[in-house]
């Protein structure tokens, strides 16, 4: 934090910041892991649900929207190599300190989102553990499933006010994790067709059944698949820790979401090759995770199906504890820029943690789970999950707006989006946030009541500065916002 202001020093403790520790092996490994995450569990389903067996379109679109994105991100991270990533951007384009702040409190809403899809996604994969192992009859109720999701929430929150902050090293363990589930699910696909079980022609069949044209119906699939290839932006996080990010960054950053869109579409492949559309609308209308559906179904002969529920739970868990990190270090940081309440940015002196902002992220994630819970005939997960992309591709519009307005300053960086790429990639983002991308009105609800708490406490903030401190809120220290209290 600035030196201007002393009661927003020491926020690092006595020890030194963590600096250029991270090679291109690492980087990757960093990428991808923190793309695959609980995406793909989440929404292969729904997504099949929408379009049949071409559910591996979808992906491939949203990979190609997300990529056109990511050269943006290159383009300002190689230019203003700080941590604050899209806040930072909008800031420099637009040096308009609302707009600042809507774009950083987005940021943090799509954490708090996505946390909790994942902790939903973990709750279904872990009771599905259980019947299949035949530690219980059945899979139980909603209630019991919303009750297990809530309570790891809470079980993250005590790990996040432990102080536990990111670990390089247990974020390739937990990717690694995370290729070897999927992998299991691509391995039994290729088994089950290999042996005559499955039917691989399928990916070529499109199914709506609720009769919309092929257009409309991959639209509305990619606002779903957005969800899955999510994450690439936060490696701009890591921007002061890597080593020579102006020469590594781009082509590893490209390579990870080369390899998870591989993985995905794979993925997708093996699940329309395994199940029936009428398999995967009864699993989605109950609930039930889709690729346990597909081990189990594909390798019968096999035990894969006993663990992979359980290592699914164990890469899901790394996303929710990675975003409510997440949020609540960027809730500290507005906290201590004095564009939230300054009690938001209150650190224990034994830990280190921000737990003001930890116990305000987990009271908003566990308000939302239970209010999306109690919808009639509401799918929680997907939802959920359609509320971090519509706060994402929000987030990605107006990064890519900034990307052609910062070309304007001079600054020479060590990439260039090509042409005018970041106009496409903005138009794209813009489309997949409109109403007809058949998303339920209730991810609008959720997205806009979330945007409305932080409008509210930065309306207090603001009133209380100007008559405390005789000024408006405003952004102090743009460059440091993100700095780590643990």
Known sequence: MSATAPEAQDVNGPQPDLKRVMGPKLLLLFI??????????????????????IVWLPFLIAFVVATLTALSYLELVTKYPQAAGAALYAHKAFGIHFVTFLVAFAVICSGITSASTSANVLAGNFFAGLEINGWIDAVPSTGVNVALAMGFMVLLALINLRGVGESVKFNVVLTLVEVTALAIVIGVGLY???AGDGDLSRITVFESPEGKGMFLAVTAATSIAFFAMVGFEDSVNM??????????????????????????????????????????????EEGSPTLVAVVSQGAPDFPIDNVFPFLACFAVANTALINMLMASRLLYGLANQDVLPRSLGKVSANTRSPWTAVLFSTVLALGLIYYVAN???????????STTALLLLGVFTVVNVACLVLRADGRQGFFRSPGLTPAVAAAACLFLIGPWVDRDAIVYQIAGALLVVGIVLWAITWMTNRGVRAKKTGFRDIEHMEDDPH
């Open 32 to 53: 991808v892991g923190d793309i695959l995450g609980a995406g793909v569990y989440a929404v292969t389903g729904s997504m099949a649900a929408v379009v049949g067996g």
């Open 192 to 194: 089950a067709v290999a």
């Open 239 to 284: 921007v002061e820790e890597v080593e020579e990010p102006e020469r590594i960054f781009p082509r590893t950053m490209l390579t990870g979401l080369g390899i998870a869109v591989i993985l995905y579409m794979l993925v997708a492949v093996s699940v329309v090759a395994v199940l029936t559309s009428d398999d995967i609308a009864s699993l989605v």
């Open 375 to 385: 919808q009639a005939e509401s799918d929680i997960v997907l939802n959920l999950s």
